[in-house]
């Protein structure tokens, strides 16, 4: 196994010890570097986890901001359109885009708290532990360069004291042979001789001894102290690189973490794009528009080749029937002149329209009443309940009067009770509406017979063909075989008007007498027992002064005070078109 200590050049050895110790300096610092650029390395990929962080959390922020964005408001159109699935598609795809955000927010927190607040932390305690371990190898350094320095000095006290002891000696050997110097000065110079070669001798032992100790110093030191350093940083490097192979690998995983419920997000997307329903939403569409009126009936056939006739029929009912007829529409107040054509007429009320709704169709007038009528219902049941739940604590209050007093009850119960009263009169207002507007829409029953009057419309022409034949005949005579057929048109009992007719409640008021439009024939006798008809006699000529509006109904005038309604398919009309007041109903 490779070493870091094995970077020392460890064939110098301790003879020289020089070469070593640069050659540990070079390699030392080295390591140094190397080391600086593994924590800065840490650094900058700390540094590229926080960036990809931001990146998720900005993400997601965008997301949800997008998602809130098409979020549908809280207003009444928004809640219609709930309603449809496509709609509501969007909205649980928006819901789940919200989720899929929030898994990027997952994504954010994850990296923040498993790698960069633990690299953060792992970076100081690099840092830290590089710096003992560069202090100690410093340290040691200093020391064996001390010591260096220590034998040197010991060195050149021993050579110089040997180079002392060599020139005593010379100088006593001179001194010695020399027969002009006194003993003394001989004795002097042996003297001096002999203590430079003690002091050499001690140098020398000083010297062999500091030898020895750092020579143990300095094979402790590369063999024991820098291989320790070096295998701690070795120890530390590894274990930088193992953490970032971690971090990496955490990298991946917080990612993959989420992926489940980000596949689930987008499961939940495709299951709602699933969920739409085309035929399902165009029946809500026609739902919400249906307005409940009956199409109009067949247009008749005009012929502008018979002359106009405006003169009354000698044939009409006798002077009692005309006198009670009178009589009967004295008592009826004037008709409008203007009626309702639902199906033709935009609605020019853009606001919120009356109370009861009147400016709607029938049928969304009834959806209108009955949605406001439950709400009502609602309301009344939960302050009901209120006022359940106040009376239970009123009687504990009178069983147990230290939990409070039983008349602070009194003014919210009386509030209860007095907005009851008002729910239930506004209640009983919408449901007077309601039962009126079901009323005056259509029954199958009366669809069928509607149905049958618009086949009696598809007819008319046949019919005054007959009349007209009869009427060209100068005896006024026809056949049996169109006498049967008239006789079982004319027992075809229409649906005669009657006062809660929607189109006949508000027709008479007082107004100036309608302009004639026209004349009609009847074909058939019809008597008209309901109220805003009128009874007439076949043959019987009459003004018309209104059109049928697509009822069945045509207004006629026998005179200026006897005035109503006939079927339109017992009469032949000749209109007038430029007649004053003339109106055209397509």
Same mark, same amino acid.
């Given at each position: 196994?490779?070493?870091?200590?094995?970077?020392?050049?460890?064939?110098?050895?301790?003879?020289? *010890?020089?070469?070593?110790?640069?050659?540990?300096?070079?390699?030392?610092?080295?390591?140094?570097?190397?080391?600086?650029?593994?924590?800065?390395?840490?650094?900058?990929?700390?540094?590229?986890?926080?960036?990809?962080?931001?990146?998720?959390?900005?993400?997601?922020?965008?997301?949800?901001?997008?998602?809130?964005?098409?979020?549908?408001?809280?207003?009444?159109?928004?809640?219609?359109?709930?309603?449809?699935?496509?709609?509501?598609?969007?909205?649980?795809?928006?819901?789940?885009?919200?989720?899929?955000?929030?898994?990027?927010?997952?994504?954010?927190?994850?990296?923040?708290?498993?790698?960069?607040?633990?690299?953060?932390?792992?970076?100081?305690?690099?840092?830290?532990?590089?710096?003992?371990?560069?202090?100690?190898?410093?340290?040691?350094?200093?020391?064996?360069?001390?010591?260096?320095?220590?034998?040197?000095?010991?060195?050149?006290?021993?050579?110089?004291?040997?180079?002392?002891?060599?020139?005593?000696?010379?100088?006593?050997?001179?001194?010695?042979?020399?027969?002009?110097?006194?003993?003394?000065?001989?004795?002097?110079?042996?003297?001096? &001789?002999?203590?430079?070669?003690?002091? &050499?001798?001690?140098?020398?032992?000083?010297?062999?001894?500091?030898?020895?100790?750092?020579?143990?110093?300095?094979?402790?030191?590369?063999?024991?102290?820098?291989?320790?350093?070096?295998?701690?940083?070795?120890?530390?490097?590894?274990?930088?690189?193992?953490?970032?192979?971690?971090?990496?690998?955490?990298?991946?995983?917080?990612?993959?973490?989420?992926?489940?419920?980000?596949?689930?997000?987008?499961?939940?997307?495709?299951?709602?794009?699933?969920?739409?329903? *085309?035929?399902?939403?165009?029946?809500?569409?026609?739902?919400?528009?249906?307005?409940?009126?009956?199409?109009?009936?067949?247009?008749?056939?005009?012929?502008?080749?018979?002359?106009?006739?405006?003169?009354?029929?000698?044939?009409?009912?006798?002077?009692s029937r005309e006198a009670k007829?009178?009589?009967?529409?004295?008592?009826?107040? &004037?008709?409008?002149?203007?009626?309702?054509?639902?199906?033709?007429?935009?609605?020019?009320?853009?606001?919120?329209?009356?109370?009861?709704?009147?400016?709607?169709?029938?049928?969304?007038?009834?959806?209108?009443l009955q949605g406001k009528l439950?709400?009502?219902?609602?309301?009344?049941?939960?302050?009901?309940?209120?006022?359940?739940?106040?009376?239970?604590?009123?009687?504990?209050?009178?069983?147990?009067?230290?939990?409070?007093?039983?008349?602070?009850?009194?003014?919210?119960?009386?509030?209860?009770?007095?907005?009851?009263?008002?729910?239930?009169?506004?209640?009983?207002?919408?449901?007077?509406?309601?039962?009126?507007?079901?009323?005056?829409?259509?029954?199958?029953?009366?669809?069928?017979?509607?149905?049958?009057?618009?086949?009696?419309?598809?007819?008319?022409?046949?019919?005054?063909?007959?009349?007209?034949?009869?009427?060209?005949?100068?005896?006024?005579?026809?056949?049996?075989?169109?006498?049967?057929?008239?006789?079982?048109?004319?027992?075809?009992?229409?649906?005669? *008007?009657?006062?809660?007719?929607?189109?006949?409640?508000?027709?008479?008021?007082?107004?100036?007498?309608?302009?004639?439009?026209?004349?009609?024939?009847?074909?058939?006798?019809?008597?008209?027992?309901?109220?805003?008809?009128i009874s007439v006699a076949e043959?019987?000529?009459?003004?018309?002064?209104?059109?049928?509006?697509?009822?069945?109904?045509?207004?006629?005038?026998?005179?200026?005070?006897?005035?109503?309604?006939?079927?339109?398919?017992?009469?032949?009309?000749?209109?007038?078109?430029?007649?004053?007041? &003339?109106?055209?109903?397509?």
């Open positions: 196994m490779f070493h870091f200590s094995r970077l020392v050049d460890l064939r110098t050895g301790p003879q020289i *010890p020089r070469r070593s110790n640069l050659t540990f300096t070079d390699q030392f610092d080295n390591l140094e570097k190397h080391t600086q650029w593994g924590i800065e390395f840490v650094e900058k990929y700390t540094k590229f986890v926080k960036e990809r962080s931001e990146i998720e959390t900005n993400y997601a922020k965008q997301i949800r901001n997008l998602s809130k964005k098409y979020q549908p408001k809280k207003n009444s159109r928004e809640e219609d359109e709930s309603k449809y699935t496509f709609c509501r598609a969007f909205l649980t795809s928006l819901n789940e885009l919200n989720d899929y955000a929030g898994q990027h927010e997952v994504i954010a927190e994850n990296l923040t708290s498993q790698i960069i607040t633990e690299l953060s932390r792992y970076l100081l305690e690099l840092k830290t532990e590089r710096k003992t371990s560069f202090h100690d190898g410093r340290k040691a350094q200093q020391h064996i360069e001390s010591s260096w320095k220590q034998l040197e000095s010991c060195k050149r006290k021993f050579e110089r004291d040997c180079k002392e002891a060599d020139r005593a000696q010379q100088y006593f050997e001179k001194m010695d042979a020399d027969i002009n110097v006194t003993k003394a000065d001989v004795e002097k110079a042996r003297q001096q &001789a002999q203590m430079r070669h003690q002091m &050499a001798s001690d140098s020398k032992g000083d010297y062999s001894s500091y030898l020895q100790k750092f020579n143990q110093e300095q094979n402790e030191h590369y063999f024991t102290v820098i291989p320790n350093i070096f295998q701690k940083l070795q120890d530390m490097e590894e274990k930088r690189i193992d953490r970032l192979g971690v971090c990496m690998k955490t990298f991946a995983d917080v990612d993959r973490q989420v992926l489940p419920i980000v596949g689930k997000c987008l499961d939940g997307m495709t299951k709602a794009a699933e969920s739409i329903e *085309p035929t399902t939403d165009s029946k809500q569409v026609v739902e919400s528009f249906k307005s409940g009126f009956e199409p109009p009936g067949d247009v008749d056939f005009e012929d502008y080749g018979q002359a106009m006739k405006r003169t009354v029929s000698e044939t009409s009912l006798s002077n007829e009178a009589k009967e529409a004295k008592e009826r107040p &004037a008709g409008k002149s203007k009626g309702k054509l639902w199906p033709f007429i935009k609605n020019k009320n853009k606001g919120s329209g009356p109370e009861d709704f009147s400016h709607l169709p029938p049928e969304q007038r009834r959806k209108k439950d709400d009502l219902n609602k309301d009344i049941q939960k302050e009901m309940d209120q006022r359940d739940a106040l009376t239970k604590m009123k009687d504990v209050y009178v069983k147990n009067p230290q939990m409070g007093d039983p008349a602070s009850v009194d003014p919210r119960l009386s509030e209860i009770g007095q907005n009851i009263e008002k729910l239930q009169f506004e209640a009983q207002k919408f449901e007077g509406w309601l039962a009126e507007v079901e009323e005056k829409m259509p029954s199958k029953s009366d669809t069928n017979r509607r149905s049958g009057l618009y086949e009696n419309q598809n007819n008319t022409t046949v019919s005054n063909n007959c009349a007209q034949d009869r009427e060209s005949s100068p005896d006024g005579s026809y056949t049996e075989e169109q006498n049967s057929e008239t006789q079982v048109k004319a027992n075809i009992n229409p649906l005669p *008007p009657t006062s809660s007719t929607p189109d006949f409640d508000d027709e008479f008021d007082d107004e100036e007498t309608l302009p004639t439009i026209g004349t009609c024939k009847a074909l058939y006798p019809f008597e008209g027992h309901n109220e805003g008809t043959g019987e000529l009459l003004y018309v002064i209104e059109e049928d509006k697509g009822d069945g109904w045509t207004r006629v005038r026998r005179n200026e005070e006897e005035e109503g309604y006939v079927p339109t398919s017992y009469v032949e009309v000749f209109l007038e078109t430029n007649a004053k007041g &003339a109106m055209t109903y397509i």
